[in-house]
């Protein structure tokens, strides 16, 4: 009896280990990616660059923000935009995310730059996508940022 018992025990403890093994690969291989433009026509994160910047001289990273679990999938609750740098302080801009069709998964955001403050020498924008479901999510393949005056 006891071995039987015992061997149940085991084979649970496997399984339990070998799903938290794979969802860990999963978060892993998720938090690795390193893109540098579109490939394929889609870009989930990286930078692309800046044509005719007045005050951007540099590319602008492209990122979704840390994975959290909402109820059984794990989704970002917004969309970075870094790097911007100092000159472009108290510009004007706006920024659309939009599917491959480019149409817009969010309504466009527009603002200001915020001011650089000491000691960090760039300013970043954010772009709220936490009430997109997943679906929404995974359609957004395009990120359009202007700064103007």
């Known amino acids: 009896m006891a071995t039987k018992k015992s061997s149940t025990t085991r084979k649970g403890l496997a399984f339990g280990l070998a799903f938290v093994g794979i969802a860990g690969l999963s978060l892993a291989s998720a938090a690795q990616l390193n893109l540098t433009g579109p490939t394929a026509g889609t870009l989930q994160a990286g930078s692309t660059a800046v044509v005719n910047g007045d005050c951007q001289t540099t590319a602008i990273p492209v990122t979704f923000a840390a994975p959290v679990r909402v109820g059984a999938a794990y989704k970002s609750a917004q969309i970075d935009l870094s790097g911007i740098q100092a000159a472009c302080s108290g510009k004007s801009y706006k920024v659309s995310v939009l599917t491959a069709a480019n ?22 924008l954010f772009v709220d996508i936490s009430g997109l479901d997943t679906a ?12 103007y005056s």
Do not use: F, H, M, N
């Open 103 to 124: 149409q817009p998964v969010v309504p466009e955001k527009a603002g200001t730059v915020a001011a650089v403050v000491a000691p960090a020498t760039t300013s970043s």
């Open 136 to 147: 929404q999510v995974d359609s957004i393949k395009q990120v359009s940022l202007t700064i």
